[in-house]
């Protein structure tokens, strides 16, 4: 079982806010994820991380950045949100074992924006 | 874009063993075949993976076929708490990660 969390695990707010989602993991784990999710359809890739200092936006184009700045913690901020980022967000870090990675997800975080 | 064909849905009897299959065609030498799961709208959970021999942990086996272009993902004895959507992923380990988890098998098991 992993150990990533995430919150809030909802969060109901008004367009034009800043908000940061939060996402950590005690497993020491150097990659991690941020995935876009709505009800019944794919999850997206939005941003990803190496390590420390490092950051990369996926394949989904996002108004969110991210930052990694300790190797536990991967926030995810949206500096003005909109109705379009209700969203479920969901974190991943991941494990290497020999040739094949292996990611772990948190439970989520349920954005609504009104 | 998906790598992966897998049933929309299919039901199981709780008790009962789920196959859940997926082909995977175009697989490449050195791309492992993972299976996760989603339950309702909780995180993706990791359920097991291979890369050509079969696999067993304490959640499921995993069958590849010996060509690779198929698999099959078997729950021994399932309960209604594996009513959930299966995802059947290809990938190599190359830069990030990308899972392109797809549509994947809505799985449901009646009581």
């Known amino acids: 079982e992993a150990d990533i969390y995430q919150t809030p695990r909802y969060l109901v707010i008004g367009t034009g806010k800043k908000i940061t989602l939060e996402c950590s993991q005690t497993?020491?784990?150097?990659?991690m994820y941020w995935y876009q999710q709505d009800p019944g359809m794919e999850l997206h890739l939005i941003h990803y991380?190496?390590?420390?200092?490092?950051?990369e936006k996926g394949d989904l184009s996002s108004e969110s950045t991210v930052s990694r700045i300790r190797t536990e913690h991967f926030p995810l901020t949206l500096e003005s949100a909109r109705p379009s980022h209700t969203s479920q967000y969901l974190c991943?870090?991941?494990?290497?074992?020999?040739?094949?990675?292996?990611?772990?997800f948190g439970p989520g975080t349920r954005l609504l924006v009104l | 874009d998906a790598k992966t064909t897998q049933p929309t849905s299919m039901d199981c009897a709780e008790g009962r063993a789920a196959n859940l299959p997926c082909n995977h065609s175009?697989?490449?030498?050195?791309?492992?075949v993972y299976w996760y799961r989603q339950i309702h709208s909780q995180g993706p959970q990791y359920i097991i993976h291979?890369?050509?021999n079969n696999e067993t942990n304490e959640m499921a086996s995993l069958i590849i076929t010996e060509d690779r272009k198929s698999s099959t993902l078997i729950l021994p004895h399932a309960t209604l708490r594996d009513t959930a959507v299966y995802y059947c992923?290809?990938?190599?380990?190359?830069?990030?990660?990308?899972?392109?988890f797809g549509q994947g098998t809505r799985l449901t098991i009646n009581p």
């Open positions: 991943a870090s991941s494990e290497f074992r020999g040739d094949s990675e292996t990611q772990y």
């Open positions: 497993m020491g784990h150097d990659k």
């Open positions: 991380s190496y390590g420390v200092n490092s950051t």
């Open positions: 175009t697989i490449s030498g050195n791309e492992y």
């Open positions: 291979g890369l050509k």
């Open positions: 992923i290809v990938d190599a380990l190359q830069g990030a990660q990308k899972l392109v």
